[in-house]
């Protein structure tokens, strides 16, 4: 027993299958079965208009509003000429650091400041003496030694304790006699 009026033949030419509940295309309104109901497998002509991704920018990542009946190439192509933020020709400057000392020309990424006089020099002249740095002050070792009323510098790298201390009296222990 037949039922020759249920269902529909497939509308793809090389297909025409038979599909007893068949999917009715919303933009071209033909009848496929479940293997051609996408707009792809059967080339839709008017997939345009019911296409509603959203395409990117690969420059700067945003997203190109794309009006109907407008190819996404075309929309992202005038973003990319008009409003596009990451257009090579609107290129942030990197190295914008500019060296103070007279005669230097000289840019860096990063600012890179002097400790005295507080100006902005490139890596050849960071130091003071480097670029006459007119701000000279004495030496903070000097300073302390003279304020803390000691005679002689203490050398780089030692650490006076007091003689108090848990850790004067723990390394006491393992002082080493001469």
Sequence with gaps: MEFPDL???????????????????????????????????HQCP????????VPVCPLCSQPVLVRKGVLVDVAVGE????????????REKIFTYR??????RKKE?????????????CLLHR??????CRLTRRPPS??????????????VGVV???????LARWLRRWKVKR
Excluded at 9 to 19: A, R
Excluded at 127 to 132: I, M, V
């Design 142 to 155: 000097a300073a302390r030694c003279s304020a803390a009323g000691a005679s002689e510098p203490q050398p």
């Design 46 to 53: 008017l997939a345009i208009q019911k296409d509603v991704r």
């Design 160 to 166: 006076r304790l007091r003689p108090g201390t848990w």
């Design 99 to 104: 060296c103070s000392k007279e005669g230097c």
């Design 127 to 132: 130091h003071p003496l480097d670029h006459s």
């Design 7 to 41: 269902g529909k033949h497939c509308s793809e030419k090389t297909c025409k299958q038979l599909d007893f509940l068949p999917f009715q295309c919303d933009a071209c309104g033909e009848d496929f079965c479940k293997d051609h109901f996408s707009y792809a497998s």
């Design 79 to 90: 973003h990319i000429d008009q409003d596009c933020r990451a257009w090579p020709g609107k």
């Design 109 to 121: 990424m990063l600012p890179v400041a002097c400790g005295q006089c507080r100006a902005n020099f």
